[in-house]
């Protein structure tokens, strides 16, 4: 069903035109409503290791950060014992976009991290490192502080494109076991001569010109097709909505605005040939923000020995309109 304008609600999906105009944007998304049905696990925070080369301290609020060697904290999440499970958020969000998906994972016996990218949620608003290669630097640091070996690394979106870089230029020495890429940007989104299939720049220029003229009206539009809730018979559901503006607003104008261009333009193609352990793609084929044709199903081929899974009509956000097959999915890859 979708919405009526008579309720008083400002997420007519009739009034966000421009957003479905523009065919695209990497971001990541609000994990929240799987049910989860195990034993949970005993919650332990675990140690970091002696003698690691960036500094963790508390802030008043006893939340954890390292400081980069430029100065940037990045804060993280890190929670429960076991296998480690590292999650990469997308733009603009959080670590808080992987809720639903620690969670499930920590009741089923893993140690779960997550970290706010630069300029995001809770991490400093630098003007400087806004690319991606200091995002993978940031979350390399983040991993040898906690001593992570055997970790699986699962990015969404932006983040998706964070996790082949990662695992291309630290898999091996950082003891990397698999990665997932869900609803990601790579290989490239923007339309060059070796990427016909991508978007043109004008459409991210459009992005760029939302947020700078309007980041919080913008960040009340891109929900709506981000979760496909434009789509017939759809339901707009204001909490996820509100919580995608809420992460948003949370990180700095200006590391949004130069993210843009981190996630458009990164062309990813020798990161996804060089990746060595097993891999897990997974797309909606009715993703209407990073269209599958240009992404995963390239993706695929470029991975050796990638496997590829595709959810029919499921939207960019389906890890939180469709948590449990997701959840489901994602559990099944790691046990194997």
Known sequence: MTHNPDSGSDHDPRRRSFVLNAGALAAGTLLVGTNIMATPAPVTKASAPAGASTITHQKEDAMS???????????????????PIVFHHGWPLSSDDWDAQMMFFLLHGYRVVAHDRRGHGRSTQTSKGNDMDTYVADAAAVVEHLGLKNAIHIGHSTGGGEVARYVAK????????????VSAVPPLMLKTAGNPGGLDISVFDGFRKGLAENRAQFYREVPIPFYGFNRTGAKTLDGVVDNWWRQGMMGGAVN?????????????????KQISVPTLIMHGDDDQIVPIADASLLSAKLVPGAELKVYKGYPHGMLTVHADVLNADLLAFVKK
Do not use: N, P, R
Request: net charge negative; charged share 25%.
């Open 65 to 83: 950060y390292i400081t980069t060697k430029d100065g940037t904290d990045i804060y993280y999440k890190d929670w429960g014992t076991g296998q």
């Open 170 to 181: 630290h898999g091996k020495a950082h003891g990397v076991a698999k990665a997932v890429l």
């Open 256 to 272: 949004h605005y130069e993210g843009i261009k981190a996630f458009s333009e990164t062309d990813f193609t020798e990161d996804l």
